[in-house]
């Protein structure tokens, strides 16, 4: 279970600071008190028609490194498949920011933007960097308060890309084993960093994050989406993963093949799909959205098109 306590922040206000009506739905963008980081946060989400009539289910959207609530709602095409099926499209920002922490803004791949969707046990990180109680915990209950006729409060999906790919992972296979809010109905990534205890992005992370990572690394383990594939598979969602072959950041950093291995040992439900050319950006994203909006909607139960 989380060390953070994210019960009050349901109760605070949100900020709406833009609307922009797209496909027939809006995006609107919040900023609100957080109660998990203890700075101000700020997401869009995507509201589609229908939710303007019934309560919809909702996708969200873990972004990658260096961005923020706004990469996604830009270049990732969400809105048309979105619109199309009835799904409802959160996009958290990446880590809090402005917490005042020394060396937050010193490396693009820790700190601010990079968040990692853990819960922060280093002392000098704890107070602020618990992204894992913010997008599985504060956030859907700040959502289900404010938009209770719009969102569904237990019909709920998740997605991302690169540190949000993997972030998706770890958010529904933790959630699902502590039980800790309703189970996550499927998860999907776009070249999800796939085992962050063995490649240098995962290993900086979690060195700096979590206590008792540093040196022999055994802090992170619980955090590792492979790790948890190989001691706690299959679990009861099915995964979707797309992986290009020209992402300059598969050598090296991603490891799908170790998260394949996994989820094959263990007889998980798993497409993990190589996408011929295609590299780490949001071109390759945006190609691939409404396959992954369409998987999750069928999970979801909404009409087919
Ligand atoms: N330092 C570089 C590279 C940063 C980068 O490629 N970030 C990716 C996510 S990587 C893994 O989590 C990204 O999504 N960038 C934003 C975008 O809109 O493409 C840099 O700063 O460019």
């Known amino acids: 279970m ?3 306590d994210a019960s009050d922040s349901a109760a605070q206000g949100l900020t709406r600071l833009n609307r922009w009506k797209a496909c027939g739905g ?4 919040y900023t609100h008190p957080s109660s998990s980081t203890n700075t101000a946060m700020r997401f869009t989400v995507y509201f589609p028609p229908q939710s303007a009539h019934k309560p919809v289910p909702v996708l969200y959207f873990l972004s990658g490194l260096t961005c923020t609530d706004e990469n996604v709602v830009q270049k990732g095409f969400v809105q048309s498949q979105a619109a199309k099926r009835g799904l409802a499209v959160v996009c958290p920002d990446t880590s809090p920011r402005g917490a005042g922490v020394d060396g937050e803004d010193e490396s693009w791949d820790f700190g601010t933007g990079a968040g990692f969707y853990v ?3 280093a ?3 704890s107070r602020h960097y618990n992204m894992f109680t913010y997008v599985t915990q504060e956030l859907p209950a700040i959502l289900h308060r404010h938009f209770p006729t719009a969102l569904l409060p237990d019909a709920r999906s998740i997605c991302g890309h690169s540190m949000g790919g993997h972030g998706a992972l770890v958010c529904a296979m933790k959630t699902f084993l502590s039980q800790g809010g309703p189970p996550y109905k499927s998860v999907s990534a776009f070249a999800p960093i796939a085992h962050p205890t063995a490649c240098p992005w995962g290993q900086k992370a979690f060195g700096g994050y979590l206590e008792g990572d540093q040196g022999a ?5 619980g955090w590792d989406a492979t790790l948890l ?3 706690e598979g299959p679990f009861p969602f099915p995964l979707l993963v797309d992986q290009g072959t020209a992402d300059t950041f598969l ?3 991603l490891m799908p093949e170790a998260l394949e291995k996994a989820c094959a040992s263990k007889g998980q439900d798993a497409t993990i799909r190589r996408q011929d050319g295609y590299d780490h950006s949001y071109f390759f994203i945006s190609t691939f959205m409404a396959d992954h909006i369409d998987f999750h909607a069928n999970a979801l139960g909404l009409p087919r098109e």
């Open 217 to 221: 690394g055994k802090a992170g383990e």
């Open 123 to 125: 002392s000098k990180w």
């Open 119 to 121: 819960d922060a046990t």
């Open 2 to 4: 989380s060390n953070v």
């Open 229 to 231: 594939m190989e001691r």
């Open 251 to 253: 050598e090296g950093q």
């Open 26 to 29: 809006f995006f609107e963008q």
